[in-house]
């Protein structure tokens, strides 16, 4: 007997478990971050997305709710990954002037991951009709969005410089 093909909205159901796990992932990582974060202005940035990661949570939950489903996280081994660097990025440059750079690229390489995921997930709601998951998966590809930038005026405005003129 033939195995049936799975739909999109198996896929959407899916790939919302693994962002789900990334964001709890992301939740319980970033106070180490601004632990080790060397400038206030970067320990300010970890901070202040902390309390939009719990806003992420959130939303997320209110999305498996629309597709009639319990919020259930499944590991996903990218967001993983990405923390087990920042982890050794956090051990091996400990008190070095490079922590903070290492720090930023750790958390930007986290932000791209969920901005391709939200964006998909957003794409994705749209295809199945589901318009007040849109809403809430565009609001936090927004706010991940402008996490980015932020990071990224960081980094070019302090924590760079300060890693190569030491």
């Given at each position: 007997?033939?195995?049936?093909?799975?739909?999109?909205?198996?896929?959407?159901?899916?790939?919302?478990?693994?962002?789900?796990?990334?964001?709890?992932?992301?939740?319980?990582?970033?106070?180490?971050?601004?632990?080790?974060?060397?400038?206030?202005?970067?320990?300010?940035?970890?901070?202040?997305?902390?309390?939009?990661?719990?806003?992420h949570?959130?939303?997320?939950?209110?999305?498996?709710?629309?597709?009639d489903?319990?919020?259930?996280?499944?590991t996903?081994?990218?967001?993983?990954?990405?923390?087990?660097?920042?982890?050794?990025?956090?051990?091996?440059?400990?008190?070095?002037?490079?922590?903070?750079?290492?720090?930023?690229?750790?958390?930007?390489?986290?932000?791209?991951?969920?901005?391709?995921?939200?964006?998909?997930?957003?794409?994705?709601?749209?295809?199945?009709?589901?318009?007040d998951?849109?809403?809430?998966?565009?609001?936090?590809?927004?706010?991940?969005?402008?996490?980015d930038?932020?990071?990224?005026?960081?980094?070019?405005?302090?924590?760079?410089?300060?890693?190569?003129?030491?």
């Amino acid at each position: 007997m033939a195995k049936e093909a799975k739909q999109l909205d198996t896929l959407f159901h899916d790939t919302l478990k693994d962002i789900y796990f990334a964001e709890k992932k992301i939740l319980a990582t970033l106070p180490k971050m601004e632990k080790a974060a060397q400038t206030g202005e970067l320990k300010k940035a970890f901070a202040k997305h902390r309390t939009e990661t719990e806003g992420h949570v959130a939303r997320l939950e209110k999305v498996f709710a629309i597709i009639d489903k319990k919020p259930q996280a499944k590991t996903c081994d990218a967001i993983v990954g990405i923390t087990d660097e920042g982890a050794e990025i956090m051990k091996e440059y400990k008190g070095s002037p490079a922590l903070d750079a290492g720090l930023l690229a750790a958390a930007q390489a986290v932000e791209h991951y969920e901005i391709s995921r939200y964006g998909t997930m957003k794409t994705w709601a749209q295809e199945l009709g589901l318009h007040d998951a849109v809403r809430l998966l565009d609001q936090t590809l927004l706010e991940e969005k402008k996490t980015d930038e932020a990071l990224t005026e960081i980094a070019k405005t302090a924590v760079n410089q300060r890693a190569e003129a030491a």
